[in-house]
């Protein structure tokens, strides 16, 4: 999912006979589920492929807080503004833990934010459709943000360690958000005929595109199968759509809303929903930059990274001043022997 389509440069699980000792060592802890810390050994391109999918994870998180950041302003109620409010405020939060575990492979923030802003780094193509109606907001959180549940909780059992404990605490966080949504869905499902109507266009735009949040089909996902090996992805796409699909079903059933998938039917036999294709061409044009939002998003994102440069340059400068503080009061001053200061000392005793 936080991985859409990011070319590692691994194409296929390396052999045990290519590997180097060190490899195989590491190999072996990786499948003794002994967890790898940032200074540690590891391959490099286990390194790359973190940095990659940990760092379009961040990007997520932080683009992710523009479309529901729109609708703060337009909030129905001041308790959906003070709920809407707080949820931007923890995917920002997210973005924050996730730079900072990247940041421990010994890639800088600077860089990352470079990239995405120039259009080297990707973030999930969810974030590319706009938010039309209030209703979108909650279809967002229930969705978005169940889908992305269902993709962190297995990554909080990720090999890499800062990756997976920056996992449980955005698990914890999440599931309010997904809570949230839903909230959101029922009121409109209960409300007015124009408000059920409401939710029901919402459910219709969102459907396919949170499908495809969990990337390409297995068989069309060429990095998996390393990323498997390593333990970064514990469970497969389709794995995860499938799981995704299985539950939420029977929300849209109890919320009394349709799911916009003629082929969509409850298979006994293997225990699973069977649904319907998936425009992977729709997917694939998103991905390159071509989807409803692509330029609005990149543009408003590098826009709010230029608008807020003083404060980045006040919070350095305010750093800088607490250091020289600091350190001037571990040493003396120039010549002292500290004889003037033990004597204030003995006076007082």
Known sequence: MYAQMVDTGVKAVQAAADMTADEKAFQARIDADIRVEPKEWMPEAYRRTLIRQISQHAHSEIVGMLPEGNWITRAPTLKRKAILMAKVQDEGGHGLYLYAAAETLGVSRDRMVDDLHAGRAKYSSIFNYPTLTWADIGTIGWLVDGAAIMNQIPLCRCSFGPYARAMVRICKEESFHQRQGYDIMLALARGTPEQKAMAQDALDRWWWPSLMMFGPPDAQSVHSAQSAAWKIKILSNDELRQRFVDQTVPQADYLGLTVPDPELNWDAERGHYDFGPIDWAEFHN?????????????????????????????????????????????????????????????AMA
């Open 286 to 346: 998103v991905i390159k930059g071509n989807g409803p939002c692509n330029r609005e998003r990149l543009r408003t994102r590098v826009k709010a990274w230029e608008d807020g440069a003083w404060v980045r340059e006040a919070a350095m400068a305010h750093a800088e001043k607490r250091a020289v503080r600091a350190a001037a009061r571990v040493a003396p001053p120039a010549g002292a022997d500290g004889g003037e200061r033990t004597a204030r000392v003995d």
